[in-house]
Structures are given as C-alpha cells and as structure tokens.
C-alpha cells in the first residue's frame, strides 16, 4: 500500500478506536491519526505473529487488525498518560 493508504486506513482505525473508546484526549486529531497509522502496524505484526492474517492491503481484515492495534495502542496512550 502506498503512504496515501496507510494514512487513511490510520485516520479510519484511529477514529474507530476513538469511537470504541471515547474520552478526553489530548492532541486531537493528529495523535488519533498516529495512533491509527501505529496501530496498523501494531495490528498487523501481531496478527502475522499469532497466525490472524497481516495487514496486506485495504480490506475488511487490515482494517480490523488495525483497528484492533489502534484500540491497544489508545488504551497503553492512556495508561502512560494517567499515570503521570
């Protein structure tokens, strides 16, 4: 996929996880966007790790992997952030 895809698939997971976890974040926008882009590549090394599928195009299955890492990736966000 090119750099234009994994930003959209990243701005699309990063926002499912947003909705999947709402709450006051800081950062907004952007740090959705790289959590959702991180969580894409989170998504997808584990995925290729436990035997789920990788993140290989843009599809129903890359895109729950990536939701799935964005989702890890807010809650590990929070955790950091709460604790300090």
Known sequence: ???????????????VAKWLMPG???G???IT???GIAG???????GTILGFGKV????????G???TGAVLLLF????IKNNR
């Not at 996929?1 to 926002?15: D, N, Q, T, V």
């Not at 894409?40 to 584990?46: E, I, K, M, N, T």
């Not at 590990?76 to 955790?79: A, K, N, V």
Request: overall charge positive; proline content about 2%; hydrophobic content about 55%.
């Open 1 to 15: 996929m090119g750099i234009f895809s994994w930003i959209l698939m990243g701005l699309l997971a990063g926002a």
């Open 33 to 35: 966007i790289i959590l």
């Open 24 to 26: 006051k974040d800081p």
């Open 28 to 30: 907004g926008c952007f």
């Open 40 to 46: 894409g590549v989170v998504g997808g090394y584990l």
């Open 56 to 63: 290989n195009g843009f599809n129903l299955a890359s895109f």
């Open 65 to 67: 992997l990536a939701t």
């Open 76 to 79: 590990i966000y929070r955790l």
